[in-house]
């Protein structure tokens, strides 16, 4: 299994990123595809999820900002961080976990997302 996440860079406070994760490995209706990151010091938190049939979950700090999204005939799932703001600065990572018996639970690589300001 592998989860090749892209996308990552410099942004600036405002402007916008979007984040892309490419899996294999998997079948990849059976897993649900979240977004993490973490920040400098910080715990790893969780910042949007999408279902195989599309439904999405955000977590406070993001909602209205970033984005979730997934081709489920391209095994890709996207995150679009729009009003970029310096606190999103973090390594994010692609998770995901099947969502039937017996459950696993996957890592990506992270990819760096540092916002100016």
């Known amino acids: 299994v592998q989860l090749q996440a892209s996308g990552g860079g410099l942004g600036q406070a405002g402007g916008s990123l979007r984040l892309s994760c490419a899996a294999s490995g998997i079948t990849y209706s059976n897993y649900i595809m979240r977004w993490y990151r973490q920040a400098p010091g910080k715990q790893r938190e969780f910042v949007a999820g999408?279902?195989?049939?599309?439904?999405?979950d955000y977590a406070d700090f993001v909602k209205g900002r970033f984005t979730i999204s997934r081709d489920n005939a391209r095994n890709t799932v996207w995150l679009q961080m729009n009003s970029l703001k310096p606190e999103d600065t973090a390594v994010y990572y692609c998770?995901?976990?099947?969502?039937?018996?017996?459950?696993?639970?996957?890592w990506g690589q992270g990819t760096q997302v540092t916002v100016s300001s």
């Open positions: 999408v279902t195989s049939g599309g439904t999405t």
């Open positions: 998770n995901t976990r099947r969502t039937v018996t017996p459950t696993v639970t996957y």
